[in-house]
């Protein structure tokens, strides 16, 4: 096989590859612990994995805390795991309105600035000074996926989402790649709602 035809194949096989369908994440409220957060509300108890989620090593797990802000509570919050260096807090916008809180648009991690929230469970209780976020739309995936997609670290981009009789294109997306990541669409629940994403067969695409 010549040069030329090798690149011809290439390119045919990259464009392909683009073409897959994105596996969609729907990130329903959640919370992320510290060790020492975690110790205060489960004493005694280790933190234990109920299901595996995409994303290597992480999963949901069987704890749950109840979220109480100003104006509500939200109970059976699931905790995700492992267990972090901060506590953070992910809620959506119609979940943010209920308790009553100004949760800013931030990625994870991004934290300074962020308001607080009271944390119950069965053996304790404690108030987060920070950590309440809603999550803003991201993509992850590994150097090789980045590659093939042809976005880096930090790029901002448009996602297709198609669903039974609904589409909706998503702007504003981040990119976030690690070789510990695995491709995969982040959306919150209000978001998903606005495009019927929950319905089976729905596909997300990287609009170029």
Known sequence: MDKVMLEQVVTQVLGEMRLRPIPIGISSRHVHLSHADYACLFPGTPITEKKALLQPGQFAAEQTVTLVGPKGKIA???????????????????????????????????????????????????TLSQGVIVARRHIHMSPLEALVLGVNHGDN???????????????DVAVRVSEAMRLEFHIDTDEANAAGADAPGSTARLVK
């Open 157 to 171: 981009v448009q996602v297709s989402l198609h669903s039974h009789g609904r589409s909706l294109v998503f702007g």
């Open 76 to 126: 059976r919050v699931r905790l995700l795991g492992p267990l972090r260096n901060e506590s953070q807090v992910e809620i959506s916008g119609s979940d943010a309105r209920q308790l009553g809180i100004d949760a800013p648009l931030r990625l994870s991690g991004d934290l300074a600035g962020t308001p607080g929230i009271r944390l119950q469970s069965d053996n304790g209780e404690l």
